[in-house]
């Protein structure tokens, strides 16, 4: 990170239109999902079952869970000066970083077992003048599969780095 305002390395424009990461997640459990309701001010009440109400694993997880069960787990210590975490934005592109927009599209549910798989590409780079100082908008755009390459979401975030 600089203290100068944000940097770019040489080769970030080549890498636009490229996958830049790849993760794959934990299986949700129920669990997992309770937290995440508690979290938001909701209750294991609250979820809709699928075709089978018996089934546990027809549980179907609230439509941004997807980003918790993506999110990597790191240390307190490990994450950046602004709380980021260092897997955050792009390689190649460092300063202090805000979130300056996002955009998700859900296409499928994220069911109770279901093992998720991330694929980040960046879609563009773009530097300006603002009213303190450069700064710099980096996209990507996340896609999320389950285990049985069934589309999930798709998650555009815009990051501002200063």
């Given at each position: 990170?600089?203290?100068g ?15 830049i ?8 459990s ?15 009440a ?15 997880a ?9 999110r990597v ?9 602004d709380?980021q975490?260092?897997?955050a934005?792009?390689p ?6 805000a ?7 859900f296409v499928?549910e ?5 093992v ?5 590409r960046l ?5 300006r ?6 700064l710099v ?5 996340t ?20």
């Amino acid at each position: 990170m600089t203290d100068g305002g944000p940097t770019i390395a040489p080769d970030v424009e080549a890498r636009i239109g490229t996958v830049i990461r790849e993760w794959t997640t934990d299986p949700v459990s129920l669990r997992h999902i309770r937290e995440y309701l508690v979290g938001i001010g909701g209750s294991i009440a609250d979820l809709p079952r699928g075709d089978d109400p018996d089934g546990i694993a027809r549980v179907v997880a609230p439509p941004l869970y997807f980003l918790s069960a993506g999110r990597v787990v790191v240390a307190e210590e490990d994450l950046l000066e602004d709380g980021q975490h260092a897997w955050a934005g792009v390689p190649g592109v460092d300063g202090r970083s805000a979130v300056a927009g996002t955009r998700v599209e859900f296409v499928g549910e994220v069911r109770v077992g279901d093992v998720l798989h991330a694929r980040q590409r960046l879609i563009s780079v773009t530097p300006r003048a603002g009213r303190s100082g450069p700064l710099v908008f980096v996209e990507t755009q996340t896609d999320y599969r389950n285990q049985r390459g069934e589309p999930v979401a798709s998650h555009n975030l815009t990051l501002a780095f200063r």
